[in-house]
Every structure is written in C-alpha cells, then in structure tokens.
C-alpha cells in the first residue's frame, strides 16, 4: 500500500489566481494520476504525472489550465490556473506501483472553493 | 466509449441487513475492476480489486463479483454496520480508468 498526503486540504480561492496543489507520496511510485471530482459528479482523470518527461493529459484537459510538475518518484504538485467558479471541485492524487492495471491509492483530497 | 452506471444512487437500511451494489459497464474489454469507499469530505479508500480473469474477490464482510460477458459487478455487504456509511464508487480500467457515479449508502442504527 501507499500512504499519500495532500496540501492544502482546501482553500476558498478568488477568481482569476492560481493554487498549486501538493501531493506526497512515501514511497516511490512510477505513475501518480490527478483527478477532479466535481460536485455530485464522480471522478475525473485529469492527467498522468510521469517523472522525467511531461505529464499525459485526458481529452479535455490541457497543460496551460493544468500546468503539472513530477520533480521525483515521490512527489507532484498540480497548479488550477486562472481559475474561474466552473473549476471548484474535489483535486484528487493517485497512485499505482503496476500503472493503472493495479490497485489506486488515492490522497486525502484538495477541496477548491472559487469565488 | 465506455460507461460505467451504478445502481442506486442512493441506499437506506437497517442496521444488520445483508446488501448487495451494482455497477454495470459497456465494453467488457478490461484489465480489472475496483470497488472504493469514499467518506464525506474525504479521499479514497481501495476495497476490493478484480482482475478480469477472476470472478470474485473477498474481504472480511465484503464479497465482489465480476461477470464480464454481462458488463456487471457486485459489491455484497453483509451484516452491515452505521460505520458501513459512506459512498461506495466502482472503477473500470481498461485504456482508461473510469469511474461510476457511486451509490451513497446510509445504513440506519
């Protein structure tokens, strides 16, 4: 298993600025996964974090808006840009030792509230 | 495109009832499927996994089931407990991971 922490564990944000979002992981792992869980809508695959190369964005979703960092196999930082009421959502972090086919381990969350 | 529904959406029972979650999916091309719990304001917690070659997986009083030709999952509860309240989301992984919208479970002391 995996045991992952997020900071912050939320913010209240006004419209037009930017919130990174941290997500530490305590042991290395090879694919961490953001995700967005928009209010009474199930979870959404942002993009794919890889470490040492740019991150794999999900149709609909691009790096401008979602700038991603994987500095390490234990750490990742998602930045919500410019960011508008639209995006107040649940920012989840995952991550799986065998890629997708195995089991997630998902963060404690990152509630965004935008004003 | 696959698409992933879980029925209900919502649950109610009393305390010590035996139930059973759905989840149902269109393209039966997968590698596994996972069950979740999600608590209120919180993250994921991994329940069960099955792997596309298996038929069920269980833990403690939580049995799964997979039946692929069908496109249909089940998550058994049994004996379930006030501490067995939470939302309960079924991932499907094949090209992508997709998850259904869940299926809040309120169980009734």
């Known amino acids: 298993s995996a045991v992952i922490s997020q900071k912050p564990s939320r913010d209240i944000c006004q419209r037009g600025t930017s919130l990174t979002i941290q997500c530490q992981v305590d042991?290395?792992?090879?694919?961490m996964f953001w995700y967005r869980q928009q209010p009474g809508q199930s979870l959404t695959l942002i993009a794919t974090?890889?470490?040492?190369?740019?991150?794999?964005?999900e149709s609909g979703f691009v790096i401008d808006k979602f700038p991603i960092s994987r500095p390490n196999l234990t750490f990742s930082t998602l930045t919500v840009s410019n960011m508008s009421p639209e995006d107040s959502s649940i920012y989840l972090c995952?991550?799986?030792?065998?890629?997708?086919?195995?089991?997630?381990?998902f963060g404690p969350g990152t509630r965004l509230t935008v004003l | 495109k696959q698409e992933v529904t879980q029925i209900p959406a919502a649950l109610s029972v009393p305390e010590g009832e035996n139930l059973v979650l759905n989840c149902s999916f269109t393209?039966?091309?997968?590698?596994?499927l996972q069950w979740f719990r999600q608590d209120p304001g919180k993250g994921l917690t991994s329940l069960l996994l099955?792997?596309?070659?298996?038929r069920e997986q269980t833990s403690g009083r939580l049995n799964a089931s997979l039946d692929k030709s069908s496109g249909r999952s089940t998550l058994y509860i049994a004996a379930s407990q006030p501490g067995d309240s939470a939302t309960y989301l079924c991932?499907?992984?094949?090209?992508?991971?997709?998850f259904g919208k869940g299926t809040r479970l309120h169980i009734l002391p």
């Open positions: 042991s290395q792992v090879t694919m």
């Open positions: 099955i792997q596309s070659s298996q």
């Open positions: 974090a890889n470490q040492g190369s740019e991150a794999t964005y």
């Open positions: 995952s991550v799986s030792a065998g890629g997708s086919a195995d089991t997630q381990y």
């Open positions: 393209d039966s091309a997968i590698y596994n």
């Open positions: 991932a499907v992984v094949g090209d992508k991971i997709i």
